[in-house]
């Protein structure tokens, strides 16, 4: 990350942390409502809102790649601080970062007029498949779909792309429209991108623009349908492992996915397919995640999730992912998964040689 958003970061996290107490000590001693610093504290209190949440865990692989065997470790994955500003009706200013890596995730601007329409100018994720918007607090598995991570770049494991955290610079236009059912649901949702084509927080390293873009329908109160593509270029942060182009070439990046949620009362079911095309290498990869409550603090989660780097080389892996999730309190929850990682015998590139593993993993998470 650069020197110019570490400082931006620390300079707005300070500024959504000082105004979060001003406002709670403020209130608390009884401000007069016409001095400065009543209105101060009415605009704290009534225009922003500050949350965040941080997760912790643990994670064994009887196979790590990195370390070319067993591994053991203790992460702290994330700390976030979010601020929402909004000074003014259908205006607002957004901040999300990431205070145990002093690393900047969002910074934008929306002007939302009316539900149908809203133009968004900073850093936010971009459009491309259901789960890669999802937050990680929301999450059931705990690493993410695999595919996802990959196709999105999201997590650096395309090491040709980096890890972005499906984050990019650009402008959008989104919306919502179309009122039905008992529920007035909306029926459509759209959302189309111009973006730069480079992971957050990178400066631009070509000429060119990616556009994103993807189209959501509710035809039923329990069901969304979704589909999303990706169409751009990307400059190489190292060589293609299969030999297609070295660092620093720009490459076609292409990609595409269509998926659908469900929920029915304590089930909820999300399952996507997507595919992508870098130079001539075509990837593809598909999850399916199911959520049981029979409790209101329990959850029963099972996924399989798939990923093929390359198809011509069968370079694929299978994820099964089995655990259970204790709902604390609000945003704060435990975690604790088994995965057993099935790697393709007869892949000629990445996994070639390695051997399937099992993996048991935890996550704690506090928000507020």
């Given at each position: 990350m650069n020197l110019k958003a570490t400082a931006i970061t620390i300079i707005l996290t300070a500024a959504a942390c000082i105004s979060s107490a001003a406002a709670t000590d403020s209130l608390s001693s009884g401000t007069q409502k016409g001095s400065k610093g009543g209105k101060l504290v009415r605009f704290l209190s009534e225009k922003v809102s500050v949350s965040g949440y941080a997760q912790a865990g643990y994670q064994y692989d009887t196979y790590d790649m990195a370390h070319d065997g067993a591994f053991n470790k203790f992460n702290l994955?994330?700390?976030?601080i979010i601020a929402d500003i909004r000074p003014v009706r259908h205006l607002d200013l957004y901040f999300m970062a990431d205070v145990s890596k002093f690393k900047l995730h969002e910074l934008f601007v929306r002007y939302r007029p009316v539900d149908a329409f809203y133009i968004r100018l900073g850093q936010y994720?971009?459009?491309?498949?259901?789960?890669?918007?999802?937050?990680?607090?929301?999450?059931?598995?705990?690493?993410g779909a695999q595919a996802v991570q990959y196709l999105a770049g999201i997590d650096g494991s395309d090491v040709c792309f980096g890890a972005g955290a499906g984050r990019d610079l650009g402008l959008e236009v989104g919306g919502a429209f179309l009122k039905i059912g008992k529920d007035n649901r909306n029926l459509i949702e759209y959302r189309v991108g111009v973006f730069s084509g480079e992971?957050?927080?990178t400066a631009e390293t070509n000429n060119r623009k990616d556009v994103v873009a993807s189209l959501a329908l509710r035809p039923v109160s329990f069901l969304k349908l979704h589909s999303s593509v990706y169409i751009g270029e990307g400059t190489a942060k190292a060589d293609s492992p299969y030999g297609t182009f070295k660092a620093g070439d720009t490459y076609r990046r292409n990609r595409w996915s269509t998926g659908l949620e469900l929920k029915a009362g304590p089930v909820y079911l999300r399952s996507e397919y997507m595919?992508?095309?870098?130079?001539?290498?075509?990837?593809?990869?598909?999850?399916?995640t199911l959520t049981g409550s029979p409790a209101k603090f329990l959850d029963i989660v099972a996924s399989v999730d798939y990923l093929d780097r390359n198809i011509s080389l069968h370079d694929w892996q299978c994820n099964y992912i089995i655990g259970l999730q204790w709902n604390i309190y609000r945003k704060c929850r435990l975690q604790a998964q088994y995965v057993y990682q099935q790697r393709s015998r007869d892949s000629q590139g990445v996994f070639s040689g390695i051997p399937s593993s099992h993996m048991i993993i935890t996550q704690l998470q506090v928000g507020f």
């Open positions: 994955y994330r700390a976030m994720k971009t459009p491309f498949t259901i789960e890669s918007n999802m937050s990680p607090s929301v999450l059931e598995i705990i690493k992971p957050s927080n595919e992508g095309l870098d130079a001539t290498v075509r990837s593809r990869g598909a999850y399916a």
